[in-house]
């Protein structure tokens, strides 16, 4: 155990960092040691949902009120309270102070000797929906807890600051009901990177209409409020009373307490964790561990965090049971006992106990129900077809009659196999256009990729069926001409909710292929992770046809697997000890072309390797003033990184057949002048 490096106030970050896990407080003092993956993620999510321009709306709902700008604690501490000596103000990061607790609001409103307090928000809730925060003793829901603890010590600390006023609290939120007004609420933001601060400003009049729409709704949260000052426990860590939690992580802020280290099942996502092997800063997960255990070597195999899909990871724990090498059959289950029968595939216990199994042999060999598998290609038409989309949903709508956090697809890509395995990069679509709605454009782009045979069409988990399917309901009554036809042709392709009012059967259901991999194979270099980003190199490591086809030039643009970007790849590269490089690690720099004035304004974008980073290279094409040779580069970049996502599930596909011995499926011819590789 030990002390944060740097005392601190107990800000409302870190109060919420606190409650979840006290010990996170010192690994976040300590940044020169310690690497914090949300530094990062915070930001890019904020980006992608439109966090930064939801809190430009909500100041517009208080006219006049005065912005406390300064980051200096002292200043904006005299700046708010010479706001205050007015009866009636509206401040926006108002700076507030009681003992070692020092909170900026978003906004404050002072009416006379009462204080009303609006913690703002980018998360939606359904006003359709009584009490959506709540869980039946009255405390907030998991989903919840966060933004009400946070709201709960703002008030808290208002209060304590002024004891003789009245306050009240508020979460002010996006309200998934209401329906956007305009078209391109967005551009009357944009986003402004200082430094190492970003803000958004308003940069043209929001329009009256916008305002009482209703996007953004404040509701009342002071009896939830209540509920978290009277309840005896907090959080998964604490038990106390809510004042004696304050004390506590306001403590620990001022590095006269240390943290007492719990491990629980939630550490797996635990944001103190080393960005890569290179990293050259420390995980404090990593010190958690060895602290926590310090008589298992936890970090030499997988551990009960790596165990796919499992329950209990807070009872093994207590148990001081850590490395997955030391479970049985009973901390599993029963269906653990059962082997898998060939042609049935495996269920989540089955598959469980053959992860740890693996682990406790030390077998890094696939496991693959062939009769299974094959069973599933006699049911698929070919050419076969593999999509994926880049997607997101945005807090505040793009365009006229959207609700928010509503899918908007803006990209996709498609690689197609025909039956003698002949594979091409066939299509693919990008509308970065902030003054474009793309959904319509996409679904007829895709209509015209899917529509010229009946061939099976797979995807990689549920997501695309999900977009598709809230992208037919949007535009189910829209007055295009060709409407009919896109509906009949996305109802060929979606599967419809259990529990959707309309209900329909797909003539070309969607395969997905996370589902295979789920019941029919197992690849133990995934440690437990189905995640395409982690199934891709495992499949790679796998199967001696791939790394020996995808070893040569045979993918580019002239080349015997064309596409439609890159102009000769070899995918297969090697690590040190011999093992295949994950293809995604060798995505090429996009900014590596543009002059250096060029490269400062993407700092942070040079790499689109997964989805988040691709939404937020989405989102800056959308909000912000880029050149032309800026935005070349990030949809370059974009395009590059959806074709590997189509491609892996190709490599997927194939590393199968390899596996199974299908050479005939496989077989080929290569590149002009090139015999067809032997197996
Ligand atoms: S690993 Fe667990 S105990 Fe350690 S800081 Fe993270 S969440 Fe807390």
């Known amino acids: 155990m030990s002390l944060v490096k740097t005392p601190r106030t107990l800000s409302k970050s870190?109060?919420?960092?606190?409650?979840?896990?006290?010990?996170?407080?010192?690994?976040?003092?300590?940044?020169?040691?310690?690497?914090?993956?949300?530094?990062?993620?915070?930001?890019?999510?904020?980006?992608?949902?439109?966090?930064?321009?939801?809190?430009?709306?909500?100041?517009?709902?208080?006219?006049?009120?005065?912005?406390?700008?300064?980051?200096?604690?002292?200043?904006?501490?005299?700046?708010t309270a010479a706001l205050l000596e007015n009866d009636n103000v509206?401040?926006?990061?108002?700076?507030?102070?009681?003992?070692?607790?020092?909170?900026?609001?978003?906004?404050?409103?002072?009416?006379?000797?009462?204080?009303?307090?609006h913690e703002v928000k980018a998360k939606s809730f359904d006003s359709a929906e009584d009490r959506p925060f709540l869980k039946k003793d009255g405390m907030p829901n998991s989903d919840w807890e966060p933004y009400c603890y946070d709201v709960a010590f703002q008030k808290w600390v208002v209060q304590r600051a002024f004891p003789d006023s009245n306050v009240t609290a508020n979460l002010m939120l996006v309200d998934k009901q209401a329906v956007c007004p305009i078209d391109g609420l967005n551009q009357c933001f944009r986003i402004i990177r200082e430094q190492k601060r970003t803000?958004?400003?308003?940069?043209?009049?929001?329009?009256?209409?916008?305002?009482?729409?209703?996007?953004?709704?404040?509701?009342?949260?002071?009896?939830?409020?209540?509920?978290?000052?009277?309840?005896?426990?907090?959080?998964?860590?604490?038990?106390?009373?809510?004042?004696?939690?304050?004390?506590?992580?306001?403590?620990?802020?001022?590095?006269?307490?240390?943290?007492?280290?719990?491990?629980?099942?939630?550490?797996?996502?635990?944001?103190?964790?080393?960005?890569?092997?290179?990293?050259?800063?420390?995980?404090?997960?990593?010190?958690?561990?060895?602290q926590a255990f310090p008589t298992v070597s936890a970090n030499t195999g997988e551990t009960v965090f790596d165990l796919w899909d499992y329950r209990k990871k807070d009872d093994l724990l207590a148990q001081?049971?850590?490395?997955?090498?030391?479970?049985?059959?009973?901390?599993?289950?029963?269906?653990?006992?059962?082997?898998?029968?060939?042609?049935?595939?495996?269920?989540?216990?089955?598959?469980?106990?053959?992860?740890?199994?693996?682990?406790?042999?030390?077998?890094?060999?696939?496991?693959?129900?062939?009769?299974?598998?094959?069973?599933?290609?006699?049911?698929?038409?070919?050419?076969?077809?593999?999509?994926?989309?880049?997607?997101?949903?945005?807090?505040?709508?793009?365009?006229?009659?959207?609700?928010?956090?509503?899918?908007?697809?803006?990209?996709?890509?498609?690689?197609?196999?025909?039956?003698?395995?002949?594979?091409?990069?066939?299509?693919q679509f990008l509308c970065a256009d902030a003054r474009l709605n793309p959904n319509i454009e996409f679904v007829r782009a895709l209509k015209r990729a899917l529509s010229g045979d009946d061939g099976t069409v797979f995807m990689y988990s549920p997501h695309e069926n999900t977009t598709l399917r809230d992208i037919l309901f949007e535009i189910w009554d829209a007055p295009e001409p060709d409407i009919e036809e896109l509906k009949a042709f996305l109802m060929s392709l979606v599967k419809p909710s259990n529990y959707g009012v309309r209900q329909w059967s797909p003539s070309r259901p969607m395969v997905d292929q996370l589902e295979l991999v789920k019941q029919f194979l197992y690849l133990p270099a995934t440690h437990g992770s189905n995640s395409l980003k982690y199934v891709l190199p495992a499949i790679l490591n796998a199967s001696d046809y791939l790394q020996s086809r995808y070893s040569r030039p045979v993918y580019g643009k002239h080349k015997a697997i064309p596409s439609l970007n890159l102009e000769e790849r070899v995918w297969i590269h090697r690590e040190h000890d011999g093992s295949v490089q994950n293809p995604y690690l060798a995505l090429p720099n996009l900014v590596a072309d543009l002059p250096a004035d060029e490269q400062t304004a993407l700092e942070g974008m040079e790499m689109?390797?997964?989805?988040?980073?691709?939404?937020?290279?989405?989102?800056?094409?959308?909000?912000?003033?880029?050149?032309?040779?800026?935005?070349?580069?990030?949809?370059?970049?974009?395009?590059?990184?959806?074709?590997?996502?189509?491609?892996?599930?190709?490599?997927?596909?194939?590393?199968?057949?390899?596996?199974?011995g299908d050479d005939q499926a496989l077989s080929t011819d290569e590149e002009a002048g090139n015999e067809p590789l032997a197996l």
């Open 199 to 290: 803000t958004a400003e308003q940069v043209k009049p929001i329009p009256e209409s916008v305002l009482a729409a209703g996007l953004l709704k404040s509701i009342p949260v002071d009896d939830i409020c209540d509920a978290i000052y009277n309840a005896g426990s907090h959080g998964k860590r604490y038990r106390g009373t809510f004042v004696d939690l304050v004390r506590g992580l306001s403590s620990i802020c001022e590095g006269t307490r240390e943290p007492a280290i719990q491990m629980l099942g939630d550490c797996k996502n635990c944001e103190f964790k080393r960005l890569n092997d290179q990293d050259p800063l420390a995980a404090g997960f990593d010190t958690c561990v060895r």
């Open 14 to 79: 870190r109060f919420v960092m606190g409650l979840k896990c006290p010990q996170k407080l010192v690994y976040a003092s300590d940044t020169q040691t310690y690497r914090n993956l949300n530094d990062e993620n915070s930001f890019l999510k904020s980006l992608s949902e439109g966090g930064f321009q939801v809190g430009e709306l909500a100041k517009a709902h208080f006219p006049g009120g005065h912005d406390v700008t300064t980051l200096d604690q002292a200043e904006a501490l005299a700046e």
């Open 608 to 660: 689109i390797r997964e989805g988040g980073a691709a939404l937020s290279a989405y989102s800056r094409l959308m909000y912000e003033d880029l050149t032309a040779t800026q935005r070349a580069a990030i949809e370059k970049g974009l395009l590059e990184y959806c074709e590997l996502d189509t491609l892996a599930m190709v490599f997927l596909h194939q590393g199968v057949l390899d596996l199974m």
């Open 90 to 117: 509206a401040i926006f990061e108002a700076a507030i102070q009681f003992e070692n607790c020092f909170i900026r609001l978003d906004v404050l409103e002072k009416i006379g000797d009462r204080f009303r307090l």
């Open 320 to 427: 001081g049971v850590i490395n997955l090498v030391q479970l049985t059959e009973d901390d599993i289950g029963s269906d653990a006992h059962d082997a898998p029968t060939p042609g049935h595939g495996v269920n989540r216990q089955q598959r469980q106990w053959m992860q740890v199994k693996k682990a406790k042999s030390r077998d890094g060999t696939a496991w693959l129900d062939t009769a299974a598998w094959k069973a599933e290609i006699n049911s698929w038409t070919y050419p076969l077809h593999f999509i994926d989309f880049e997607t997101t949903r945005v807090a505040l709508p793009f365009f006229k009659g959207q609700t928010p956090y509503q899918s908007v697809a803006f990209q996709f890509s498609h690689h197609e196999v025909d039956a003698q395995g002949h594979i091409r990069h066939a299509d």
